[in-house]
């Protein structure tokens, strides 16, 4: 048992310690995609991609639309590979040092927009030859026409980039601190907690939304509006917590691991609530096309964030670091001009954004829920601990099994005293009469008395 629980000990903070590691400060992070050396290309993915954005809702401009994103998108990408290069590094990023001069403030910061021609190069490179490629004249004539369905198609791998690079995070966050574990809470206790603070947060929220959609509403008829969701939520919730019981159960044995299971839980299922309640919103409170259009602008940059922090920490200990601090913006911006136009082309096939949005946080509570327990899995599936459990629960059905065969064994020497003392019934004499005369065996036409004579 002491050699099984060192193997646990080995195995599972060997993981822990792995997801701590990764927790690469999200302030630095901030600080490097927001850097004001690279600011220009932060205002020119904004301006662009809402202008593109309109042009896809109009038909004549979808292709055109379609193909601008996706230059964008090749350019950025290409432009964050070279991006170690200094002469592309110094293209690409403002001096600091540099003096403006006597420049007014309008002047000085349009020329800032320089550093934004590199990669506008490549994409109208890159745009060009798409379309000599698949114009009518080019060597896949009306090939350009399924650019925006696949495009727009892209869309189902973004929602599932998002819940799967939050999912990242999350497990670097609840493995923080993990070996402070000492005393582990009940099970039953953390299930509670779980619950609790999931009805707590989705009943803060949904009731804000309440007041904010009717503000002649009172906050006690937003309270009660909010009980459906918070039924749906607290039955989404254990609903998850029931696909991994298993594994919590498992968790529970160990304190480091019980910790890093109860935080991991709260943290999923608050962002499953989120999303739930996004989805809640857009079916039963009617929000405007541009509060959603807002909404999914902060999502976009959201989803982008944490997918360049998820690989940006799964290349910290690589020689070959494909993404970096020093090039996730450029690989932020390539992310971004590549779901903005999935959005976008969604949003003209479909002529409402509501409906994109809707399939969107489905997609990305249901990657959560596999998530959660898949993280789980793996944490707790290289320790033995079920091992042990199978032993004990053989060792226990061994011990039934020796208990029911004893009992049986005991059950036949009884019985086999029983049918011997029945069989020694014929020994006993007391009413045998030994000098009655034995009569022999009654065959007809014989008499025992006459003599049989035998040639």
Known sequence: ????????????????????????????????????????HIVLIVVTSSVLYILAG?????????????????????????????????????????????QSFVVSNIIKFKICLFPLAIALVVFLLINTITGENGMLPGLSNLIPTALGMLFILWSIIQGSSFTQWASSVSARNFQQATKSRTLRTSVVVTVMAII?????????????NDLERSVTQSLVASIPFLALATAVTSASLAYSWKLKILSSMKPSLHRFSHKWSII?????????????RQNFLDPSSFQVFIEEIVLMIFTVFFAIWSMTSKSYKSSFRLISEENALTWGLSFGYAYAGSVAMLTSFFDDIKTVMLVGHCLVVVTVIIMHK????????????????????QTDNEVEVSGEENDLVETHQDKSLVEKGDSDAWQEDDDVDWEAKRSGPEIDGLEWDETIDID
């Not at 302030?27 to 850097?35: N, Q, Y």
């Not at 999923?268 to 809640?280: A, R």
């Open 1 to 40: 048992m002491d050699s099984v629980e060192a193997s646990n000990q080995a195995s599972s903070d060997a993981i822990l310690h792995d997801y701590e590691d990764k927790n690469i400060s999200l302030i630095r992070l901030v600080k490097s995609l927001l850097a004001t050396a690279t600011m220009p």
């Open 58 to 102: 109009i038909d004549t401009f979808t292709v055109f639309s379609s193909l601008a994103f996706t230059s964008l998108a090749v350019a950025y990408a290409v432009t964050a590979l070279l991006s170690n290069n200094k002469v592309v590094k110094k293209m690409i990023s403002l001096d600091q040092n540099s003096s403006e001069g006597e």
């Open 200 to 212: 707590t947060a989705g009943l803060a929220l949904s009731t804000l939304f309440y007041q904010f």
């Open 268 to 280: 999923c299922h608050l962002f499953i609530t989120w999303h739930l309640l996004t989805i809640w």
């Open 374 to 393: 898949l993280i789980l899995s793996k944490v707790i599936g290289t320790d033995d601990y079920s091992v042990e459990i199978s032993r004990i629960t």
